[in-house]
T-cell receptor, first 113, second 111 residues
Framework: DGGITQSPKYLFRKEGQNVTLSCEQN?????MYWYRQDPGQGLRLIYY???????QKGDIAEGYSVSREKKESFPLTVTSAQKNPTAFYLC????????????FGPGTRLTVT | GENVEQHPSTLSVQEGDSAVIKCTYS??????FPWYKQELGKRPQLIID?????GEKKDQRIAVTLNKTAKHFSLHITETQPEDSAVYFC??????????FGTGTRLTIIP
């Protein structure tokens, strides 16, 4: 189903707790991305990584952190500093060569109360 | 940075009629324009894309047109069917830079 997985599908946390969302791909893609999706706001980029051990901030990086220790994995940590963490989080990956298509994971719906 | 505007935000079309969704972009250097379809509760999936050296691309009932001078591109769906109901996102990109997405269009096909 696309070769990119996210877990869990639903996640519930109390306010003030950090939480880490998993993203794994077996497509041998160089680049990986994290998006946040809110109703009426489309897909907003949080962080992206084009190579292992390197990543860049997207448009809404505040309150989030990432790591890219392996090519296959790009976990996202939602910290307590994120003011409105409740959202649908989508991970994606792509090759950097000729094709630009981004393949999306199934998403994680995070609810913080 | 790149800015992508998408219109309309919602669109209802009678089954069998055509649907058109339009996007404008700000960075004249953008050279790649994909369209994604997201069905309810599912992940976005690429349905068609176009590069800046092409003015139009068609795949069965779906077509995309690009006007580089005006910096806008459009998605055309002909002979719409109930399964076309979804949210559609346009996006723009330059080189290996990040994709910038539009805010989405919720398309509803009325039987």
């Amino acid at each position: 189903d696309g070769g990119i997985t996210q877990s869990p599908k639903y996640l519930f946390r109390k306010e003030g707790q950090n939480v880490t969302l998993s993203c794994e791909q077996n497509l041998n893609h160089d680049a990986m991305y994290w998006y946040r999706q809110d109703p009426g706001q489309g897909l907003r980029l949080i962080y992206y990584s084009q190579i292992v051990n390197d990543f860049q901030k997207g448009d809404i990086a505040e309150g989030y952190s990432v790591s890219r220790e392996k090519k296959e994995s790009f976990p996202l940590t939602v910290t307590s500093a994120q003011k409105n963490p409740t959202a649908f989080y989508l991970c994606a990956s792509s090759r950097l060569a000729d094709r630009h298509e981004q393949y999306f994971g199934p998403g994680t719906r995070l609810t913080v109360t | 940075g790149e800015n992508v505007e998408q219109h309309p935000s919602t669109l209802s079309v009678q089954e069998g009629d055509s649907a058109v969704i339009k996007c404008t972009y700000s960075d004249s250097a953008s050279n790649y324009f994909p369209w994604y379809k997201q069905e309810l509760g599912k992940r976005p999936q690429l349905i068609i894309d176009i590069r800046s050296n092409v003015g139009e691309k068609k795949d069965q009932r779906i077509a995309v047109t690009l006007n580089k001078t005006a910096k806008h591109f459009s998605l055309h769906i002909t002979e719409t069917q109930p399964e076309d109901s979804a949210v559609y996102f346009c996006a723009a990109k330059f080189g290996n830079e990040k994709l910038t997405f539009g805010t989405g269009t919720r398309l509803t096909i009325i039987p």
